[in-house]
């Protein structure tokens, strides 16, 4: 945490921050600034300053994620090697009614015939993903952002005046009025309010804040020589593959995301193109065949990638068409039409072959190695498995504040510091789950690579051991030694009111 010098303005602020977050790692049950304060030992002493650092204290949470950016170059594969980035939103659930920017939205939990509600805070992550240069293996996904995308708070609107004022039966009744002119609805001016209001809406979209997280990232590739020629390379879901993410892409950076199988698409517009007699000029070519269309067409040859998905190296059968566009893309920017093709898989030995959705991606650079798109796409998952170390281990936006500005910035300290545990690991002990790690439980199988909860588990030996004297680890062999031959457990002597009981 050295680097995090420079994002506090004090010595003792910085100082802070790396004793709680080290309190929020090595805590346990709820993951509370308070919860922080006790594991760190300063439970009583005065606490005030601790909670200030989060409300009151001048510090940019973007600053917190420098050290990802210093090191991302050493973990990329070659010099050539664009950064590969996870973009998605997450809702964490808060129950408060009094929180700033806590807001209803769909339950990601709910079933997909049965619409639910839940109160919570929604933010727009990103993910830069990295893997071993030594093997083709699982990726590893370092947040880098993590902002808050409150919606837009809609105004009361105010009581008419005339609410108890009589009505005139002759305006009502008027036979001279027309049905148009009776079903016409009286408009009135928007209030300052309502008008600020649509512009907020617009603006905090998570389309929109996805677009500033994505400038946020060039900015921060940019500002470093190592990166800053470097393509940077976003995969994200349906969501954002529309017209507000595809139109605002940053200056050397490219999108890879899913498409609808239905969508429209059109060829190239010929250049010798007669010109049409009347209407607009023609801005798209012949209408192309869909994403299904492509699927089910023997014609499209199919290429095979190899990729690492599910644990191991895979050869997935894809179809590509290039040089395709999209309405909503715009007639100047090309795109590159994947089909990838169901995949084939048995539940066990011996049944029957069932397969997978297929997924239809489009990327706006056709240029593009095609196993490095496919295999962008593939780890777009990681950033999935982010979201549920971070609510479920970490305990992101557990803290009970009401502070505006510390609603938002607890949640993106405790994101800051998962990702520079996920980054220490990766460069004290590389990518695979070595020795020196504490063992697995005899029920758990061999792991690839350390999980998360791994990692707190080796942080939490190694400030806890030190109290502790050197003791070995008792294997299952010792149960059945140190078992007596009657296992029966000895009764409790009797207490002398049930000895009372007996003799009367």
Known sequence: ???????????????????????????????????????TGRQFLDWSADYRLFSRSPWDPHALFDPIFDHLADLLASAQAPVV??????????????????????????????????????FVQASVLVRATQ????????????????????????????????????????????????NRKTTRPLTPEEQEYRIQKKLRALTQVGVRVLQSLRQALDARPATRQRQLLVSGDGSYTNRTVLRQLPERTAFIGRIRKDAKLFQALPPASAPRSGGRPRRYGAVAPTPELVLHDDAVPVIRIRCFAAG???????????????????????????????????????????????????????????????????????????????????????????????????PQFQVAIYSLLLLASILAYGFQRTATYLPLPLWRRKSIR?????????????I???????????????????????????????????????AA
């Open 85 to 122: 980035a996870a973009l998605d939103d997450t809702l964490c659930k808060k129950t408060g009614r009094h929180i700033p920017g806590a807001t209803f939205a769909r339950d990601p939990q709910s079933p997909p015939f049965h619409l639910n509600l839940c109160r919570g805070l929604r």
């Open 312 to 410: 191991e190296v895979r050869q997935i059968p894809v179809k590509i068409l290039r040089h395709i566009y999209w309405r909503k893309a715009g007639p100047d920017l090309p795109l590159l039409l994947i089909v990838v093709k169901p995949l084939g898989y048995r539940l066990r030995k011996g049944s029957k072959i069932l397969y997978r959705q297929p997924a239809f991606l489009i990327c706006t650079d056709p240029e593009l190695d095609l196993p490095i798109l496919l295999q962008a796409y593939i780890d777009r998952w990681e950033i999935e498995c982010n979201h549920r170390d971070e609510k479920s281990l970490i305990g992101v936006a557990q803290g009970q504040v009401w502070n505006p500005l510390a609603v938002a910035r607890l």
């Open 464 to 502: 806890f051991a030190r109290l502790m004297p050197d003791k070995p680890t008792p294997s299952i062999g010792d149960f059945a030694a140190l078992a007596p031959v009657d296992a029966n457990a000895a009764k409790p002597p009797l207490a002398s009111e049930t000895l009372c009981t007996i």
């Open 1 to 39: 945490m050295q680097p995090w010098r420079s994002a506090f303005p004090q010595q003792r602020t910085w100082q802070r921050a790396q004793r709680l977050a080290y309190g929020l790692l090595t805590c346990l049950r709820t993951h509370l600034t308070s919860s922080a304060i006790c594991a």
């Open 135 to 182: 093997f083709l293996g699982p990726a590893r996904a370092l947040p880098v952002r993590f902002e808050p995308a409150p919606p837009a708070v809609k105004p009361k609107h105010q009581k008419r005046a005339r609410k108890h004022t009589r009505k005139n039966p002759r305006t009502q009744t008027n036979p001279n009025r027309t049905a148009a002119q009776r």
């Open 450 to 462: 350390p999980s998360i909860l791994d990692l707190l588990n080796l942080l939490r030996d190694q």
